[in-house]
């Protein structure tokens, strides 16, 4: 995962002439990922979130109020006179949290359940959080057609999510388990043509790296990087259990980027969907990285037996 977006998005720029011709079919790709990702998902993961909710709230607030602000603040310290970049660094922001991330947060021993409540709870309150938080911070510089992009939150994430999830529920489980593994592989894939497709649509904004667009690059590294540590602080600070802990960097560092790019590319101008895009080159690079922070910090071999008891 950490090669394939990057290789996407290199890919998508060479063939720009020829893949940009196929964006249209990018929505029904995106919401057959969101499906065959959603399979192992069912409303029992919800029961203890929402009965113990503290941890929601502190991930929620992570995703959609301190890197939002937080994006927006340094968009407007180093691209103060360009409305499209900051656009696209605070959607990069705004988008609900990655469907991807409870892969991580398995790897690394994290509570599932807690990340797939998150996860099904942010996406499905989406179509509203987002065009709010864009007309909150963009409204008055970028034209936002909200009722289009509820819509397309609504059919690329929403509506698969529920049916996945209610095959899952009140089907088979077992059958949910076996469709989920067969259509694993073909969600790679879809991934690297969504990414690929986008890419090629704003290839003319990419395919020239120059002093702007490293400082586009540098700045969404740092911001997305940020994401995690926001989340990974505000869990030690209110002492919450490693396995929430793991779960909530990764809910709350973070997101659907893919999601962003499509609704970049469809109801932003094409400038304001370049820093979504490169935020496809590091989403799961620093995935991977804080995996490896994770490891040092709460998986460290014990120096002798006698140290367990300290």
């Known amino acids: 995962m950490a090669f394939l977006t990057p290789a996407s998005v290199i890919i998508g720029v060479i063939l720009s002439s020829f893949l940009h011709q196929f964006s249209f079919l990018v929505p029904w790709i995106f919401a057959g990922m969101t499906f065959a990702g959603s399979l192992t998902s069912n409303f029992k993961s919800m029961k203890h979130t929402i009965t113990h909710p503290f941890p929601l709230l ?86 936002l057609e909200i009722w289009e992009m509820m819509k397309g939150l609504l059919s690329m994430i929403v509506l698969p999510f529920l049916v996945a999830m209610l095959i899952n529920q009140f089907y088979s489980k077992s059958v949910a388990e076996k469709w989920n593994k067969t259509l694993a592989p073909f969600s790679k894939l879809g991934l690297a043509v969504v990414v690929s497709i986008n890419s090629s649509v704003i290839a003319p904004y990419i395919r020239h790296i120059d002093k702007k667009f490293i400082q586009i690059a540098l700045t969404i590294f740092f911001i997305a990087i940020c994401g995690y540590f926001f989340a990974w602080i505000l869990e030690i600070l209110t002492k919450r259990s490693r396995d929430e802990v793991v779960g909530m960097i990764y809910t709350g560092g973070m997101r659907n980027i893919s999601a962003g790019a499509v609704l970049a590319i469809s109801f932003f101008p094409h400038p304001a969907a370049v820093p979504v895009v490169i935020g496809m080159l590091f989403q799961h690079i620093l995935a991977a990285f804080y995996g490896q922070l994770i490891k040092l910090v709460y998986f460290r071999p014990s120096l002798s037996p006698s140290s367990k008891n300290l």
Not at 74 to 97: A, E, K, R, W, Y
Not at 110 to 129: H, K
């Open 58 to 143: 502190l991930t929620l607030a992570v995703l959609h109020i301190v890197t939002p602000v937080w994006a927006f603040t340094i968009g407007h310290l180093f691209f103060q006179n360009d409305p499209f970049t900051i656009t696209g660094l605070v959607l990069s922001m705004v988008i609900p949290t990655g469907i991807t991330s409870v892969i991580w947060v398995s790897m690394y021993k994290g509570n599932v359940p807690f990340t797939l409540a998150i996860i099904l709870l942010d996406t499905l309150f989406s179509p509203f959080i987002v065009p709010i938080s864009m007309s909150i911070f963009i409204g008055k510089t970028v034209h």
